[in-house]
């Protein structure tokens, strides 16, 4: 194989690969976007913003495909190696796991529908500091992957225990708040699975913080029982 051939195999290399890492990045932005929309779409009572993150459900979906579509020619046509092949292997992962945080924004939009439709309940606005910190990890956990920052990654597992106890005590209030709803069993039912679908995305983020690791450090976390960088 001559140099010119393997300048252009190389180039279209580098460009397969950048061509993945934006897509995941553009995915990641799309599926921060639904949420944050589906939490406004719930406290600001807005059925248009709830329907529109319904709406775009496919796109997230189309997305996922795509990556998944990338990340299969680059292994079939290139064969990469080391890195490069962990950038492969966690994109793709990385892929999977912001399709499921996107179908938990659209779980949402679609309790907050349905809530729409009942007078409105003042206890919806304790979920705020609930979603923040799910938020706060679902940047962190794309920064990590962006930057390469293996140490980010790490600290999402201990970071998620805290959102884990905020869950159990909304899930605790709003249990209590059923006995003597008045007639809101049904929404305060929603806020529950709605602070569930809350963890829910702290636990996919710290997943995605692992995948990150992976990448930059070459360790697999998920069965080392202290998840934090030496």
Do not use: W
Request: glycine share 2%; aromatic share 4%; net charge negative.
């Amino acid at each position: 194989m001559n140099f010119m051939q393997n300048t252009h195999i190389l180039r279209d290399f580098d460009h397969a690969i950048s061509a993945l890492r934006s897509e995941v990045l553009a995915m990641a932005a799309k599926s921060r976007h639904n949420l944050e929309r589906a939490i406004r779409a719930l406290l600001e009572r807005n059925v248009e913003l709830a329907n529109a993150v319904i709406a775009d459900d496919d796109e997230v979906d189309d997305c996922e495909r795509k990556i998944d579509q990338l990340g299969m020619d680059i292994l079939v046509r290139f064969h990469p190696v080391a890195t490069d092949l962990r950038l492969v292997i966690s994109s793709m992962k990385i892929s999977m796991n912001l399709e499921r945080i996107a179908d938990h924004a659209t779980n949402i939009a679609k309790r907050a529908k349905k809530m729409t439709a009942a007078h409105e309940l003042p206890d919806a606005t304790l979920i705020e500091p609930l979603y923040t910190l799910a938020d706060h990890l679902l940047r962190d956990a794309i920064s990590a992957y962006s930057d390469r920052n293996a140490t980010l990654g790490a600290s999402l597992h201990a970071r998620d225990k805290a959102l884990d106890r905020m869950h159990d005590a909304a899930t605790t209030t709003f249990g209590s708040r059923i006995e003597q709803s008045n007639g809101r069993c049904q929404d305060y039912l929603h806020l529950i699975l709605v602070t569930r679908s809350l963890e829910r995305v702290g636990d996919l983020a710290t997943n995605i913080g692992e995948d990150a690791v992976f990448l930059e450090a070459a360790r697999d976390l998920r069965h080392e029982s202290n998840r934090e960088l030496k």
